[in-house]
């Protein structure tokens, strides 16, 4: 994907601490979301899919921008293909939403930590993640529309996240919201000082992580596809996720752990 592997891997910085892989964004300034660098990031997450030994996923980054979206520079380049950029655009448009398929599709939660701001495509980061964690210096915005490219794509995660109105307030108005509308919002789960965000984050993540790796595939993939279905097909399905879960070793354990009134031992089964 990328000419040059190893300066994506150095845009995509991985540490592995316990469980808890944390992915960080490090192309700065902006730490635009490049070709190469999506597909980095897509690369780390499915490996991270396949290890046992990760159970929570963080994404965070390295300076004062979470991530400022699509790479509008490598993008215009390409309009003096001979196709006017029509292939190169959808290559990078595609392989955005193959990103965010693989975090939603992903069996581990993914957090993201925002501590800056996240505009556009990074907005549409930080919407798809499953939890996101920020600082009262976080703000986030989807202005694409104040250069005539609407978020269409970003707003695709944006509606899953955000109340619908608050949603397209942002899609129309391109104006950037500060964390604590963010929150209400519902695009991000809480907001904590800058001084205690990596300590909150690893205490958040290691929740996690102490849970049953299996339960929690579970769980995630249910509600994502419960979250598309009618009410009645909801519940049908989820009665039937329960049903095979209630029959794992991993619930006959820690129920009779709650019982027993001990820790439990997962086993993965």
Same mark, same amino acid.
């Given at each position: 994907?990328?000419?040059?592997?190893?300066?994506?891997?150095?845009?995509?910085?991985?540490?592995?601490?316990?469980?808890?892989?944390?992915?960080?964004?490090?192309?700065?300034?902006?730490?635009?979301?490049?070709?190469?660098?999506?597909?980095?990031? @897509?690369?780390?997450?499915?490996?991270?899919?396949?290890?046992?030994?990760?159970?929570?996923?963080?994404?965070?980054?390295?300076?004062?921008?979470?991530?400022?979206?699509?790479?509008?520079?490598?993008? %215009?380049?390409?309009?003096?293909?001979?196709?006017?950029?029509?292939?190169?655009? %959808?290559?990078?448009?595609?392989?955005?939403?193959?990103?965010?398929?693989?975090?939603?599709?992903?069996?581990?939660?993914?957090?993201?930590?925002?501590?800056?701001?996240?505009?556009?495509?990074?907005?549409?980061?930080?919407?798809?993640?499953?939890?996101?964690? %920020?600082?009262? /210096?976080?703000?986030?915005?989807?202005?694409?529309?104040?250069?005539?490219?609407?978020?269409?794509?970003?707003?695709?995660?944006?509606?899953?996240?955000?109340?619908?109105?608050?949603?397209?307030?942002?899609?129309?108005?391109?104006?950037?919201?500060?964390?604590?509308?963010?929150?209400?919002? +519902?695009?991000?789960?809480?907001?904590?000082?800058?001084?205690?965000?990596?300590?909150?984050?690893? /205490?958040?993540?290691?929740?996690?992580?102490?849970?049953?790796?299996?339960?929690?595939?579970?769980?995630?993939?249910?509600?994502? @596809?419960?979250?598309?279905?009618?009410?009645?097909?909801?519940?049908?399905?989820?009665?039937?996720?329960?049903?095979?879960?209630?029959?794992?070793?991993?619930?006959?354990?820690?129920?009779?752990?709650?019982?027993? /009134?001990?820790?439990? /031992?997962?086993? +993965?089964?």
């Amino acid at each position: 994907m990328s000419a040059n592997p190893q300066a994506a891997q150095q845009n995509v910085l991985s540490l592995h601490e316990g469980h808890v892989l944390h992915l960080t964004l490090n192309n700065g300034p902006a730490n635009v979301l490049s070709l190469s660098v999506m597909g980095a990031l @897509k690369a780390a997450i499915e490996e991270a899919a396949a290890n046992e030994a990760v159970r929570v996923i963080v994404i965070g980054h390295v300076g004062k921008v979470f991530s400022a979206g699509h790479d509008l520079k490598e993008m %215009s380049a390409r309009r003096a293909d001979a196709d006017q950029g029509r292939a190169f655009f %959808s290559q990078t448009f595609d392989l955005c939403a193959e990103l965010m398929l693989a975090i939603t599709e992903c069996p581990k939660p993914v957090i993201a930590v925002v501590n800056g701001l996240a505009t556009a495509a990074g907005c549409q980061l930080v919407a798809t993640c499953d939890l996101a964690i %920020s600082t009262d /210096k976080a703000t986030f915005c989807t202005p694409g529309v104040n250069i005539g490219l609407f978020c269409s794509t970003p707003m695709v995660a944006l509606t899953r996240a955000a109340h619908r109105k608050q949603a397209m307030e942002m899609l129309l108005t391109g104006e950037t919201i500060e964390a604590a509308e963010a929150k209400e919002y +519902g695009l991000i789960n809480r907001i904590v000082p800058e001084d205690y965000l990596d300590q909150v984050v690893t /205490k958040y993540a290691e929740t996690i992580a102490a849970k049953s790796p299996l339960t929690v595939k579970i769980g995630k993939q249910a509600f994502y @596809k419960q979250a598309e279905m009618g009410l009645r097909e909801a519940y049908d399905y989820t009665a039937r996720v329960m049903t095979e879960n209630m029959l794992t070793g991993d619930a006959c354990e820690g129920i009779e752990a709650f019982m027993q /009134k001990r820790p439990a /031992k997962w086993s +993965g089964n």
